[in-house]
């Protein structure tokens, strides 16, 4: 099934991998976060045990660690010392851990200060690190809605909650591009905001996607994983380059982006959206919740939906 047009076309793989059927993958096991290693592998995090996922090219599972990511949320591709490393975050622990890809732990987050968060809130959900200053960012986007700054050792620096004039809402995702600049979802404000490595407002925009939940840069393209359904393909300007298998069903209203907030469409609230498997809904060639997003080297995409049991697609680059 081909879905985009050129130079953005792509084969949709639809269950290009499967998580592992266990008991808490069974209950839960949504696939949040998802990355291409090195080597070619493709891991994904997913709320379940084993929460740490290693897939081969074809889709294989080859190996598996973690047991107690029940909560996992962002995953981030990072390096330690010149060898890929991990940054993890699990929204239900609060958990803000560096790993080794083997799972050896390499640093770990203390919480913000109790006086620095909002309305005394903390839910992370993602996390990165500078690729020069070694600076962490981690976005809290289920808690106070704040965006947080730590030195390379861990120590707590700052917190930003607003930028031109408006308050974060969901600071749901946070990237480094290869540029350097700082990517931020502003998923509730259906916002995109790009800051340099001291958080200084460098550019935004409310109109290029309505649910923004992650990136994934190749070049100077970014791709976005959006929760209601879609994926976009964007340049470094925040133009909208390309709008893949976007499900009408999930789609905002037309006039989205004059509405100062994204709304949970109705109908697909009464259907038990996101958690549709085994229903007319979940259909091959539309997306149901994207929430993680990668892209390999050649330009193929892997998206990981939030969803009970797991979805994993590959967009193969036609």
Not at 269 to 282: D, Q, R, S
Not at 295 to 316: F, H, N
């Amino acid at each position: 099934m081909q879905i985009g047009t050129a130079p953005h076309q792509y084969t949709w793989i639809e269950d290009w991998a499967k998580i592992p059927d266990t008991p808490s993958t069974r209950n839960n096991g949504r696939t949040h976060g998802v990355e291409v290693l090195p080597d070619g592998r493709v891991a994904v995090f997913c709320q379940g045990v084993p929460g740490v996922l290693f897939f081969d090219a074809d889709g294989s599972l080859e190996s598996t660690w973690g047991d107690r990511f029940v909560g996992a949320h962002g995953m981030t591709l990072s390096t330690h010392e010149g060898s890929p490393a991990f940054w993890l975050v699990d929204q239900g622990s609060c958990e803000v851990v560096k790993t080794t890809l083997d799972g050896e732990t390499l640093l770990r987050l203390d919480d913000p200060p109790a006086d620095e968060r909002p309305n005394g809130k903390y839910t992370p959900t993602w996390a990165d690190q500078h690729p020069t200053n070694g600076d962490v960012w981690v976005g809290d986007g289920y808690g106070g809605s704040a965006l947080y700054r730590f030195a390379a050792d861990g120590t707590y620096q700052q917190k930003f909650t607003e930028f031109d004039g408006l308050p974060l809402d969901s600071p749901h995702g946070v990237r480094f591009a290869p540029d350097g600049r700082l990517w931020v979802t502003d998923r509730a404000n259906h916002r995109i905001v790009i800051l340099d490595g001291d958080g200084k407002l460098l550019d935004q925009s409310t109109a290029a996607c309505h649910s923004p939940c992650s990136f994934a840069f190749l070049g100077d393209h970014a791709y976005v994983a959006e929760l209601y359904g879609g994926a976009k393909v964007l340049d470094s300007k925040l133009n909208v380059l390309a709008d893949l298998a976007q499900n009408p069903w999930l789609a905002p209203p037309d006039d989205w982006r004059e509405r100062p907030k994204w709304v949970w469409p109705g109908e697909a609230a009464a259907e038990g959206y996101p958690n549709v498997a085994g229903t007319e809904h979940l259909k091959p060639g539309l997306f149901n919740a994207p929430h993680g997003i990668a892209v390999s080297p050649t330009g193929d995409i892997y998206v990981t939906e939030w969803i009970v049991g797991g979805r994993i697609i590959k967009l193969a680059k036609a």
